[in-house]
């Protein structure tokens, strides 16, 4: 049942994302505690935006409202907050959002206005790469020999070649160094920065990333298009009988011709995720699909309804309709969310120094000079072969090695940083910058954690943010010990609903065979005729008219491929007129519909239980406490969204 866990999250951040406004209007009390009316506003309009809700739902969703605060209740009565289990999740939560949320130091401005113009611009771009460690400080060597691939890239040699021969990317071999296109936060900073400020054609300088050395060309730019809304009909090769070439130019044709590009990905799309519903596929940025075939194709469509001839992929053949092109969204829209996902990527380390410059701003830091030199006398040639082990001497100094506000970070704590450091700090030239370089790390790591200690009182949404998840977590133990726990190990109770309600697991009918379509209905009757005069099971061996496409099927009366009247029996079918084709079946077998055994059906048994047991414990809990509902500002609210 972990899997809920989720849902209960998003809805806590409903509930509680109005957390910090301000207002005294009670909407209801449940045993003399008050909830205001702007948290459950706020908490409608949102799951508005997300289910479809409209102001007639309103009234229903206070109760849902009062349900879910009813279960919070119930839970800190039960004192589910004070378990061991409950403490030691919020505990990785907090730390995982705390980390997460760095409140200390702001991204600039110009940061991220130069981060959204480059979503609005797609580059492409070859490069060569010549693998250096991020922790190597000799980086002559490589360097030159950077700068020699770059002069003779510039000199006219070919870069393709060039990236094949030397690269160290290991994809080079494949793509000659090509890495298509590409926009912001799709390459690590530094290759990124580079990139877009060459012209087209332009070879760069060496340039350093944590990978290594880059030489890079510029190949294309263009202007992003935002998100493509496309669908997209797919054959897959499934036996040695069909062809998947033939038969998605089989299809193609028939779109050429006018055929409903939708209705034919219903019936002949071998995508099982997308098939039923027209082909249609969730909206992509340039990166954002797991192919880049299908993005090339589909980026190089224009207009709404333009269609690509049929292409290849690793998945199969494939013909994509462009359905709608969604331009980027404005900078103040897009902005919080741009600052969000600056601060995970690779630019926050340009960050780091404004952060540790404002931490040390707010809190008080004292570094012990004498612990730089006691420490710098200890380090010997076993820290670069990584071999150095701290030993404390019995006279080990007893001061501090640093100090943040009035947290501590003693020598022995600080011993062991060094030696658990050792294999990336041993790569640095001298023992001096070794210790220098450990003791700004540990200082910069102890000021974000003291930071996290603080961020609950220092800032009001990071608050807010640890309240949801704090209650997201209580109310998902609360329902697992009173509903989902109980229910799903209850075997007993799970077969006497079994056995008391088995009409509703009956399964649907199947049929399996040969399935004809064909837009011309004199095709798929001389089809029919030739099936006829035919002994059963050879049937397959059959001439077909160009025309009619073949597939070999097993499906259920709910199938998109077939119409909702067509009769279920062995033998070829009538023609049946559907989706603007003609279509016949020759029908090897029927499977015939029936009730699964206990096994099969055990977690609709479950769900249905849970759903029940649920329903009865909201029943008990609102006998248990007292709800007063403000009617005066629930009519109020309800005005509000009648205008």
Same mark, same amino acid.
């Given at each position: 049942?972990?899997?809920?866990?989720?849902?209960y999250?998003?809805?806590?951040?409903?509930v509680?994302?109005?957390?910090?406004?301000?207002?005294?209007?009670?909407?209801?009390?449940?045993?003399?505690?008050?909830f205001?009316?702007?948290?459950?506003?706020?908490?409608?309009?949102?799951?508005?935006?997300?289910m479809?809700?409209?102001?007639?739902?309103?009234?229903?969703?206070?109760?849902?409202?009062?349900?879910?605060?009813?279960?919070?209740?119930?839970?800190?009565?039960?004192?589910?907050?004070t378990?061991?289990?409950?403490?030691?999740?919020?505990?990785r939560?907090?730390?995982?959002?705390?980390?997460?949320?760095?409140?200390?130091?702001?991204v600039?401005e110009?940061?991220?206005?130069?981060?959204?113009? !480059?979503?609005?611009?797609?580059?492409?771009?070859?490069?060569?790469?010549?693998?250096?460690?991020?922790?190597?400080?000799?980086?002559?060597?490589?360097?030159?020999?950077?700068?020699?691939?770059?002069?003779?890239?510039?000199?006219?040699e070919?870069?393709?070649?060039l990236?094949?021969?030397?690269?160290?990317?290991?994809?080079?071999?494949?793509?000659?160094?090509d890495?298509?296109?590409?926009?912001?936060?799709?390459?690590?900073y530094?290759?990124?920065?580079?990139?877009?400020?060459?012209?087209?054609?332009?070879?760069?300088?060496?340039?350093?990333?944590?990978?290594?050395?880059?030489?890079?060309?510029?190949?294309?730019?263009?202007?992003?298009?935002?998100?493509?809304?496309?669908?997209?009909?797919?054959?897959?090769?499934?036996?040695?009988?069909?062809?998947?070439?033939?038969?998605?130019d089989?299809?193609?044709?028939?779109?050429?011709?006018?055929?409903d590009?939708?209705?034919?990905?219903k019936?002949?799309?071998?995508?099982?995720?997308t098939?039923?519903?027209?082909?249609?596929i969730?909206?992509?940025?340039?990166?954002?699909?797991?192919?880049?075939?299908?993005?090339?194709?589909?980026?190089?469509?224009?207009?709404t309804?333009?269609?690509?001839?049929?292409?290849? +992929?690793?998945?199969?053949?494939?013909?994509?309709?462009?359905?709608?092109?969604?331009?980027?969204?404005?900078?103040?829209?897009?902005?919080?969310?741009?600052?969000?996902?600056?601060?995970?990527?690779? !630019?926050?380390?340009?960050?780091?120094?404004?952060?540790?410059e404002?931490?040390?701003?707010?809190?008080?830091?004292t570094?012990?000079?004498?612990?730089?030199?006691?420490?710098l006398?200890?380090?010997?040639?076993?820290?670069?072969?990584?071999?150095?082990?701290?030993?404390?001497?019995?006279?080990?100094?007893e001061?501090?090695?640093?100090?943040?506000?009035?947290?501590?970070?003693?020598?022995? +704590?600080?011993?062991?940083?060094?030696?658990?450091?050792?294999?990336?700090?041993?790569?640095?030239?001298?023992?001096?910058?070794?210790?220098?370089?450990?003791?700004?790390?540990?200082?910069?790591?102890?000021?974000?954690?003291?930071?996290?200690?603080?961020?609950?009182?220092?800032?009001?949404?990071?608050?807010?943010?640890?309240?949801?998840?704090?209650?997201?977590i209580?109310?998902?133990?609360?329902?697992?010990?009173?509903?989902?726990?109980?229910?799903?190990?209850?075997?007993?109770?799970?077969?006497?609903?079994? +056995?008391?309600?088995r009409?509703?697991?009956?399964?649907?009918?199947?049929?399996?065979?040969?399935?004809?379509?064909s837009?011309?209905?004199?095709?798929?009757?001389e089809?029919?005729?030739?099936?006829?005069?035919?002994?059963?099971?050879?049937?397959?061996?059959?001439?077909?008219?160009?025309?009619?496409?073949?597939?070999?099927?097993?499906?259920?009366?709910?199938?998109?491929?077939?119409?909702?009247?067509?009769?279920?029996?062995?033998?070829?079918?009538?023609i049946?007129?559907?989706?603007?084709?003609?279509?016949?079946?020759?029908a090897?077998?029927?499977?015939?519909?029936?009730?699964?055994?206990?096994?099969?059906?055990?977690?609709?048994?479950?769900?249905?239980?849970?759903?029940?047991?649920?329903?009865?414990?909201?029943?008990?809990?609102?006998? !248990?406490?007292?709800?007063?509902?403000?009617?005066?500002?629930l009519?109020?609210?309800?005005?509000k969204?009648?205008?």
């Open positions: 049942m972990k899997p809920l866990f989720n849902f999250i998003i809805f806590v951040c409903f509680f994302g109005a957390n910090a406004q301000e207002s005294d209007d009670v909407l209801f009390e449940i045993d003399e505690e008050t205001q009316v702007d948290p459950f506003v706020e908490s409608f309009q949102k799951n508005s935006e997300l479809a809700s409209s102001k007639e739902d309103l009234e229903d969703y206070l109760q849902l409202y009062i349900n879910f605060r009813l279960k919070i209740k119930s839970a800190y009565d039960q004192e589910l907050d378990l061991q289990s409950f403490q030691k999740e919020f505990s939560y907090y730390k995982q959002i705390a980390d997460s949320y760095i409140s200390n130091g702001e600039t110009a940061m991220v206005k130069e981060t959204y113009d !480059r979503t609005k611009t797609e580059v492409r771009a070859s490069h060569i790469l010549l693998n250096l460690s991020k922790y190597d400080e000799d980086t002559a060597k490589v360097y030159d020999k950077a700068l020699m691939l770059s002069k003779r890239a510039e000199n006219g070919d870069f393709a070649m990236a094949k021969q030397y690269s160290e990317d290991p994809s080079a071999q494949r793509n000659d160094g890495l298509n296109w590409f926009n912001a936060f799709k390459m690590v530094e290759f990124e920065d580079a990139a877009y400020k060459l012209d087209i054609g332009e070879i760069s300088k060496p340039v350093r990333s944590d990978f290594g050395y880059h030489i890079i060309k510029k190949t294309g730019e263009r202007a992003s298009k935002g998100q493509l809304k496309t669908a997209h009909i797919m054959v897959v090769k499934k036996d040695s009988l069909q062809d998947p070439k033939e038969q998605i089989k299809i193609y044709a028939k779109v050429e011709s006018g055929d590009f939708h209705d034919l990905a019936q002949y799309s071998d995508d099982t995720n098939a039923s519903n027209g082909g249609y969730a909206p992509f940025g340039i990166g954002g699909l797991n192919s880049k075939a299908y993005e090339n194709e589909a980026f190089q469509l224009e207009n309804g333009d269609y690509t001839e049929p292409f290849q +992929t690793s998945f199969g053949w494939h013909i994509v309709k462009l359905i709608e092109i969604e331009p980027i969204q404005s900078y103040q829209d897009i902005k919080e969310d741009l600052k969000k996902r600056l601060k995970s990527s690779s !630019r926050s380390k340009l960050l780091v120094s404004k952060i540790k404002d931490l040390e701003a707010r809190y008080e830091v570094i012990n000079e004498d612990a730089k030199s006691y420490f006398k200890t380090l010997d040639s076993t820290f670069d072969k990584g071999k150095w082990r701290f030993s404390p001497s019995e006279n080990l100094p001061t501090y090695v640093f100090k943040v506000e009035d947290k501590e970070v003693d020598f022995k +704590t600080f011993g062991e940083y060094l030696e658990r450091q050792q294999r990336s700090l041993s790569k640095l030239p001298e023992h001096k910058v070794v210790i220098e370089d450990a003791l700004n790390d540990l200082v910069y790591n102890q000021l974000l954690a003291y930071h996290k200690t603080q961020l609950e009182e220092i800032d009001q949404d990071f608050a807010n943010r640890i309240e949801e998840y704090k209650n997201g209580l109310i998902f133990d609360y329902m697992s010990a009173n509903v989902w726990e109980p229910t799903s190990k209850d075997t007993i109770l799970q077969r006497e609903y079994y +056995t008391q309600n009409d509703e697991f009956v399964t649907d009918s199947k049929i399996e065979g040969q399935l004809y379509t837009a011309s209905k004199s095709s798929i009757k089809v029919r005729s030739r099936l006829k005069e035919k002994i059963l099971l050879d049937t397959i061996s059959i001439q077909l008219p160009d025309d009619v496409i073949l597939e070999q099927v097993a499906i259920s009366k709910s199938s998109s491929k077939i119409p909702k009247a067509f009769k279920f029996k062995e033998g070829v079918s009538k049946y007129d559907y989706l603007d084709q003609y279509l016949i079946m020759n090897t077998e029927v499977k015939p519909s029936f009730v699964p055994e206990f096994n099969k059906v055990s977690g609709k048994i479950i769900s249905s239980l849970q759903e029940k047991r649920e329903e009865q414990l909201i029943s008990n809990l609102r006998d !248990r406490y007292t709800i007063k509902i403000n009617k005066d500002v009519e109020q609210v309800k005005q969204f009648e205008k």
